[in-house]
């Protein structure tokens, strides 16, 4: 199986390996991965340019490592700030002063 009749070899293994200098994936925008296709214009580990972010429930330790909370989180942090004192705004706090 898999043998090269013009020069006697096979050709499923190393002498194969030579030939493959093009990429066929880039670094994807959205996921910073190099799993963007240049041809088909899709990320196959995130699925941009598509506005839903793949996962699978199949995958449950790969949603697990992109889910919130495994990042900054930096917007996040700030809500539950506020949500704590009622998302007030455009107020002076009282001086501990003045009591």
Same mark, same amino acid.
């Given at each position: 199986?898999?043998?090269?009749?013009?020069?006697?070899?096979?050709?499923?293994?190393?002498?194969?390996?030579?030939?493959?200098?093009? /990429? &066929?994936?880039? *670094? #994807?925008?959205?996921?910073?991965? $190099?799993?963007? %296709?240049? +041809?088909? /214009? &899709?990320?196959? *580990? #995130?699925?941009?340019?598509?506005? $839903?972010?793949? %996962?699978? +429930?199949?995958?449950?330790?790969?949603?697990?490592?992109?889910?919130?909370?495994?990042?900054?989180?930096?917007?996040?942090?700030?809500?539950?700030?506020?949500?704590?004192?009622?998302?007030?705004?455009?107020?002076?706090?009282?001086?501990?002063?003045?009591?």
């Amino acid at each position: 199986p898999f043998f090269d009749s013009k020069n006697g070899n096979m050709t499923k293994g190393t002498s194969s390996f030579g030939k493959r200098h093009n /990429k &066929t994936h880039t *670094q #994807c925008v959205r996921c910073g991965n $190099r799993s963007f %296709h240049i +041809q088909k /214009k &899709t990320c196959s *580990q #995130c699925a941009y340019p598509s506005a $839903r972010t793949r %996962h699978y +429930q199949w995958g449950q330790k790969a949603i697990r490592r992109k889910t919130t909370g495994t990042g900054r989180t930096k917007h996040l942090r700030n809500v539950q700030r506020r949500f704590k004192n009622g998302f007030r705004e455009g107020q002076v706090a009282k001086s501990a002063k003045a009591k």
